[in-house]
């Protein structure tokens, strides 16, 4: 085989390229599919305990330090997870170059403005003011 | 190698055979089930606006939280979260069913289509006990 490529043969069967990874996004999906499993269940049990009751008792319940937390983990691991998920979906059927660099943008900043949003009302609940 | 022989018509970057798509395909459970699963992951990327606003809006205050209260009151607002909770749970249990073949379990034909039919059933279930048990912490229907 003529050699063509600045790559040895041994840079090529190790097949990590230049990006120096590739499984990293497969295996945080993995994580935090397993770590959503309790956590959404626990939204649910906090949704449900919370319905029709008045604004304060809300904000009371939701500030307490385990609900705080659980919807912090809660919202910072759906967060990523929806993040890896979208750009998944996006890259598999988005091909036009600057289309996809567009929507990849979109979903980063939806998804900071997510996280940023709920976090930071979930610490005012907490920390009153 | 490709690199030198890009534009040719004759070279390897010829146009090529293309494997089948979506639609040669019988439409089979698990086929269906796949699909519902991305689906209900994006469903759930946009509905997280929802518990977005409603953290928001509890800490604003009073009269946001209100509003937000009577959005979810009205019929839009009841199917909008039913939507999002079969979404939620469906996507929980297609997620495990993925994880169960994550582990290596589950690949034989009968097992795959006990594993999708589960998957709807389940999330089916679960969706309506969800919101039994909804409906009856707050005291019935209202």
Known sequence: MKQTSMRTP????????????????????RVTSVAGIPLCIALIVIVIALLGRSH????????????????????INIVYHMWIGMQEIIVDYVHE????????????????????AS????????FGV | MAEIQAGST???????????????????????????????????YFGMVLIAWWLIAAASGPNAYSYFEWFMGT????????GYTWALLHHMLGGIR?????????????EREFLALATIVGSVSL?????VIGYLAMGGPR
């Open chain 1, 10 to 29: 041994l840079r090529r069967v190790r097949g990590l390229g230049t990006a120096h990874t590739g499984t990293h996004h497969f295996w945080h999906q």
């Open chain 2, 98 to 110: 993925h994880l169960i073949w994550d582990l290596g379990y589950g690949f034989e034909p009968t």
């Open chain 2, 75 to 82: 019929l839009i607002g009841r199917l909008v979260l039913f």
């Open chain 1, 97 to 116: 170059d600057k289309l996809k660099l567009a929507t990849l943008l979109a979903n980063t900043f939806f998804c900071f403005g997510i996280a940023f």
């Open chain 2, 10 to 44: 004759t070279g390897p970057r010829r146009a090529r055979p293309l494997s089948p798509h979506l639609q040669v395909y019988k439409l089979m459970l698990t086929f269906v089930m796949s699909g519902f699963h991305r689906i209900s992951g994006a469903v759930l």
């Open chain 2, 127 to 131: 969706t309506l006990v969800v919101w």
């Open chain 1, 56 to 75: 304060a008792a809300v904000v009371q319940i939701l500030g307490s330090p385990i609900v705080a937390i659980t919807m912090l983990l809660f919202i």
């Open chain 1, 119 to 126: 976090t930071f009302a979930i610490l005012k609940l907490s």
